[in-house]
């Protein structure tokens, strides 16, 4: 009981009072905030990316012959021997097809099968051209052609002289030069589409075999040649230089 006789002290017994009684408040509020806090979420690690697998080969199977049918992306041949081939094709593969061209076509970096109009003189002298066949590279590779001649990667164009990086079928390079005169023709591998692709064509494909069919990595298109010829392959698929590996 506080002394009534004594306002003073009254007031100062009740002001203690609910002072400790906010300081209670203030500290069960501040154990309800800690225990009720949710834990931090935890950090997940940086993910990784697979890497992509790598690119299957190029594959070094090969058919020739003349186109009889295209269906959707298979191609139906007939070959030289007369028996039939089918060879599939996807919007991936390089399609080329050999056409009429001239030395403006001829330019560095491209790769070029010089057949000679006379036979070779002392190695690494100067031959004259009869017929320059023009072909893109392949990452800055020329194959070696099958044809007896100088082929190679083009280094320079001066004038009626074409000098090349000559390689042959060992894969070894030498210079070379080939003179050109107005005699000399050209035609060229360019780079088309599968639209290119007709009945009445003759081609060779590249690739890989699978359950007899060619699945074509490269398509070149050329105009049929004489038929009956044994042993002579009528097509050069000089951008893919690396189907000589072994």
Do not use: W
């Not at 993910?47 to 020739?64: F, I, Q």
């Not at 010829?229 to 690396?242: A, M, Q, R």
Request: proline share 12%.
């Amino acid at each position: 009981m506080f002394n009534s006789e004594n306002p003073r002290c009254a007031r100062l017994a009740v002001l203690a009072v609910t002072a400790a009684a906010a300081v209670s408040l203030a500290a069960c509020s501040s154990s309800s905030n800690d225990n009720t806090a949710k834990p931090p979420a935890p950090v997940s690690p940086t993910s990784v990316a697979p890497k992509p697998p790598p690119a299957p080969p190029m594959g070094h199977d090969e058919v020739e012959g003349l186109v009889r049918s295209v269906s959707g992306n298979t191609i139906q041949l007939t070959q030289r021997d007369r028996t039939a081939a089918a060879v599939d094709f996807t919007p991936t593969t390089m399609v080329t097809e050999l056409g009429p061209a001239a030395l403006t076509d001829v330019t560095p970096g491209s790769c070029v099968d010089v057949q000679l109009a006379a036979p070779n003189g002392p190695p690494g002298g100067p031959v004259t051209a009869q017929l320059v066949t023009i072909s893109p590279s392949e990452g800055g590779k020329c194959a070696p052609a099958p044809n007896p001649g100088v082929n190679g990667t083009v280094s320079s164009v001066s004038g009626n002289v074409i000098a090349v990086n000559a390689v042959d079928p060992t894969g070894k390079t030498t210079p070379a030069t080939a003179d050109v005169t107005e005699a000399t023709t050209y035609n060229k591998h360019a780079v088309t589409n599968t639209q290119a692709i007709q009945n009445g064509k003759c081609m060779a494909a590249q690739g890989i075999k699978n359950a007899g069919v060619l699945q074509a990595a490269t398509i070149d298109l050329e105009p049929c040649p004489p038929m009956g010829s044994p042993h002579h392959h009528f097509f050069h698929i000089p951008h893919l230089p690396h189907i000589h590996h072994h």
